[in-house]
């Protein structure tokens, strides 16, 4: 037995700078957030390498946030971080009883963590969160990790993981939702299509306003809106001008993230343009939104119920159309995955028990 807190390390690329920080990777913040409400007297600690950019010490929802700050420095202090990570870790190590380390992403964080995982015998998973699965993830060689310390995002992610280097997660734990975050069900939904993202290649958003100018034969009024940022947002801007969609879709920019649920609770659609998705949080917004999804890349080997998956652009178009021409098409809010269950599904990962306070 021991008198030192127990305590569950988090290793992340970015955190959030503080409570009103609500764009920095929503998913996982909310993941964090549920994690320290089921789990009370759990000590959390969150060691964040690159974002903010800045090197502090602060409180998050409870939980306690070390920040290196390396995102915008020189390369050799970005290699410094390590070591300091790794002196940070040690330290830790002393004060409290560490139940285990859970990575974020299949990279350098994961790579750390294993290491000072093996080499003081604790428990350490990585969560495989979307293009880390990918091949050419140098991080998978120096890690040579199993089965058993891998969790996927979706069955999605557990495969192409699987295709790509042989071996094969042996925990899915997908993205969750939080209902609190959600006003009351809006009724009134005057926008056709949404979308929301970052605005790089990945996403395919040049996809998205292509379909809309298809769409718009049919329906010359369809009103569309994408939320995010990114490289890519002057040539967007550049098609929708070339296209003559200046009056069909607005480019929003960055929002918060409550501002973004709250559009698509008074969305029809929400369309995913994305060739490659480990699991949206995004879409399973858009569906406890009440909005049907439409989207290229299936997560779960099981059907998801008012989200369709097509094949191409045709289908897609195809799918959107049916949608629109059809008032009577179902809105009603889905709820497959809560944050909750997620934060106990990983929990338990580490055998954490506390004793009952009376």
Known sequence: MTNKPDTLIILTPGFPENEADSTCIPPQQIFVKALKEDNPHLN????????PFFSARYQWNGANVISFGGERKGRFYR???GFRVWAELKRINKEYHIIGLLSFWLGKCAFIGSWFAEK????QYCWILGQDAKAGNKYVRRINPKGRS???????IANEFHK???ILPQHI??????????DEIISEKDIDIIGAGSFIPLKQYHVFIEIIKLLKEDFPDIKTY???????MIRLLELIDKMDLKDNIKLLGKLPHKQVLTLMQKSKVFLHTSNYEGFGAVCLEALYAGAQVVSFV?????????????ENKENMVQVLKHILQNPESEHLSIFPYSIHDNAKAAIKLFDYNPIAIS
């Open 164 to 166: 790509n280097y042989g």
């Open 44 to 51: 959390i600690i969150i060691l964040t390498f690159n974002y």
């Open 79 to 81: 290699k410094v971080i």
């Open 226 to 232: 994408i939320c995010g940022e990114g490289p890519e």
């Open 120 to 123: 003081y015998h604790l428990t």
């Open 298 to 310: 299936k997560p779960m080997n099981a059907d998801i119920e008012n989200w369709h998956t097509v």
């Open 150 to 156: 891998l969790i996927a995002l979706s069955d999605f």
């Open 173 to 182: 734990i997908p993205v969750g939702i939080d209902p609190s975050l959600f």
